[in-house]
Nanobody
Framework: QVQLVESGGGLVQAGGSLRLSCAAS????????MGWFRQAPGKEREFVAA???????YYADFVKGRLTISRDNTKNTVYLQMNSLKPEDTAVYYC???????????????????WGQGTQVTVSA
């Protein structure tokens, strides 16, 4: 199995920045895609960003250039650089790992089989 450990969440003011990290361990050789999702209170979990097996990044529309996903294969770690944060970005952010599969499931939770515990991001007005 794969274990995912997230870090980097916290409290920031609007316009500030955070970098989230997700370190993967265990049976990671079968992981072909890495993604970030978020869930705000009372809302559904939504797609944020992902890297396909080829390393191509995909983003949700609301990102608008503010967020960047990247991966360091030597450290088995995926990052989410978050800039120009807004109060509506407040949510629990989850990283996820999944096997090779259809690209149309890259932005769906069903495209992933391992999940981190989540890290809280709070953006004050």
């Amino acid at each position: 199995q794969v274990q995912l450990v997230e870090s980097g969440g916290g409290l920031v003011q609007a316009g500030g920045s955070l970098r989230l990290s997700c370190a993967a361990s265990g049976r990671t050789f079968g992981s072909a895609r890495m993604g970030w999702f978020r869930q705000a209170p009372g809302k559904e979990r939504e797609f944020v960003a992902a890297l396909s097996w080829s390393g191509t990044p995909y983003y949700a529309d609301f990102v608008k250039g503010r967020l960047t996903i990247s991966r360091d294969n030597t450290k088995n770690t995926v990052y989410l650089q978050m800039n120009s944060l807004k109060p509506e970005d407040t949510a629990v952010y989850y990283c996820a790992s999944g096997p090779l599969g259809p690209l149309d499931r890259l932005a769906r939770a069903s495209g992933y089989d391992y999940w981190g515990q989540g890290t809280q991001v709070t953006v004050s007005a």
